[in-house]
């Protein structure tokens, strides 16, 4: 029998610190202890995104991680990117730009968009399109997904005009 | 799908790294970025009893210029690979071939360590390594050995690398002068290589001084295409050349059938895509 290891992760700006069997996958950690089940499992294996959250400030699909690994690190989820109740660009930017329907790829596309945009903070439509591609969606069709990154990358979400602060918030978002 | 118990540690140094695998026993995985071991471990296909993560030794990380070589740590991600400005100056096709692995947020965990001693047929830094001449640097109980490309890999997901043994640099000489390109062939986003050709070639005035070619996929370990290589050297710089040459690219293969494709019509991709990574790397 595999022993428990104690891990401690600061997971959305809270340091939690847990008991955790080694076999545990990120995934499970985050939605079944922390109940962050803003973080979903579409296919659980590696190929959809749906589970993408941030490991210090990068992207990384939290369904092919364990638990473990976070050990001392930091993990932003997606319950992790708005401020006192208000949504960044890049997710209002999902908002008008109506880049979902279900909505269940949504978290998963954000984070890995916020990724995208820290990386490239200007990027090309086809540079958005392979940014992505380890994101899946069923609806969309994904053209309106693309129209919202480059959207938050161009600082204009319409309720961000009368605000200057549009694309180097979002570049900041993780 | 929840992986089978096991124990898990996490060294910090490579010596502890080393004694511990010592005496793990035979049921023993080592977990680098885990983009391949964790899937496997999912549905249960590896169960190992202890798990060692290779994620918290620091030597095993980062691109380090060490005289007429770069030195790869085995543990530097795929991301940073295909980004790190070393390797864009002196070994360019690596960053262009890490840049094309599966997805970014697969790139930001996998190692150019890991999928190098995962070593599938299909991978898309075997076939590189083998044309740049790279040599694996291979630590174990006895001390430190080193492996040349053309003996790193002995067939299907089987390397150099033994029980015991850690891989933990891997040295790929600098190419000044050289033009390079992998040409990837793929049906859709995020998909494994069908057929894969990586390119390097020296131009001296209107010739090719110099052509070296890796094959991804084209048999169960990655090859070089010799008999393009050698029609290639001293040639003149021309389509036409580059096309007569390219022809013998599936010379020597031994390509598998499955549902991406039959065998001949990997043979045939083989010499399309030598013909256009060719004409990349030379600035045709
Ligand atoms: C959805 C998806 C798509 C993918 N697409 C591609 C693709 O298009 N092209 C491509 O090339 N790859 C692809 N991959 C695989 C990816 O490149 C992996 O990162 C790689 O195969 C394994 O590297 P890793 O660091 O994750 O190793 P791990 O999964 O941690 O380990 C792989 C194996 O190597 C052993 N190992 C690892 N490091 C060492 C070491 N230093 N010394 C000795 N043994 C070691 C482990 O014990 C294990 O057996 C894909 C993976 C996924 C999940
Ligand atoms: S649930 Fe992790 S990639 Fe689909
Ligand atoms: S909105 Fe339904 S899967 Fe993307």
Redesign the interface.
């Given at each position: 029998?595999?022993?428990s290891?104690t891990i401690t992760v600061e997971v959305d700006d809270v340091s939690y610190t847990d008991d955790v069997?080694?076999?545990l996958?990120l995934v499970?950690y985050l939605r079944e202890r922390l109940g962050k089940t803003g973080t979903l499992i579409g296919c659980?294996?590696?190929?959809c995104?749906a589970c993408?959250v941030h490991?210090d400030g990068?992207?990384?699909?939290s369904c092919?991680?364990?638990a473990?690994?976070a050990?001392g690190r930091r993990v932003t989820t997606i319950e992790g990117l708005a401020r006192d109740g208000k949504l960044t660009p890049l997710q209002r930017a999902f908002h008008e730009c109506h880049a979902l329907q279900c909505g269940f790829c949504t978290p998963g596309m954000i984070m890995?968009s916020a990724?995208?945009l820290q990386e490239n903070p200007h990027p090309s439509e086809q540079e958005i399109r392979?940014?992505l591609?380890?994101?899946l969606c069923r609806c969309t069709g994904y053209q309106n997904i693309v129209a919202a990154v480059q959207a938050a990358a161009d600082g204009t979400t319409t309720s961000d005009s009368a605000t200057e602060n549009g694309a180097s918030e979002t570049a900041g978002v993780a | 799908?929840?992986?089978?118990?096991?124990?898990?540690a996490?060294p910090e140094t490579l010596a502890e790294a080393l004694s511990l695998l010592g005496s793990a026993g035979d049921d023993v995985k080592l977990?680098a970025g885990?983009?391949s071991l964790?899937?496997v471990?999912?549905l249960r296909l590896a169960d190992p009893?202890m798990?060692i993560?290779l994620?918290r030794i620091a030597e095993l990380s980062g691109v380090r210029d060490d005289g007429d070589a770069l030195l790869i740590g085995a543990m530097t991600p795929h991301?940073q690979v295909a980004t790190d400005p070393l390797v864009a100056a002196h070994v360019p096709l690596l960053a262009k071939a890490a840049a094309t692995v599966?997805?970014?947020?697969?790139r930001?965990?996998g190692t150019f360590g890991g999928a190098l001693v995962h070593a599938d047929p299909a991978g898309d830094l075997p076939a590189p390594a083998l044309a740049a001449g790279a040599t694996f640097i291979i630590a174990g109980p006895g001390g430190e050995r080193r492996v040349a490309a053309a003996d790193f890999f002995q067939g299907y997901f089987s390397t150099a690398v033994g029980d015991g043994e850690i891989l933990t640099h891997v040295r790929v000489p600098k190419y000044t002068g050289w033009g390079a390109h992998y040409e990837k062939f793929t049906r859709v986003?995020?998909q494994w290589s069908i057929v894969a050709v990586a390119a390097m070639v020296r131009v001296e005035g209107n010739s090719i001084a110099e052509a070296r070619i890796g094959l991804t996929n084209m048999a169960s370990t990655p090859l070089r295409a010799t008999a393009v290589e050698e029609a290639l050297a001293g040639s003149p710089l021309t389509l036409e050349a580059i096309t007569a040459a390219s022809a013998h690219a599936a010379e020597g293969s031994d390509p598998a059938s499955d549902l991406n494709g039959d065998a001949a019509y990997r043979k045939h991709l083989a010499a399309v895509l030598t013909k256009r990574a060719l004409v990349a790397a030379a600035g045709l």
């Open positions: 029998m595999a022993r290891t069997e080694p076999r996958l499970q659980d294996t590696t190929n995104g993408t490991l990068t992207s990384v699909k092919t991680m364990f473990v690994q050990d890995q990724s995208l392979e940014g591609e380890g994101n | 799908m929840i992986p089978s118990a096991f124990d898990y996490a977990l885990g983009q964790i899937p471990m999912k009893s798990v993560d994620g991301h599966a997805d970014p947020q697969v930001h965990r986003a995020q």
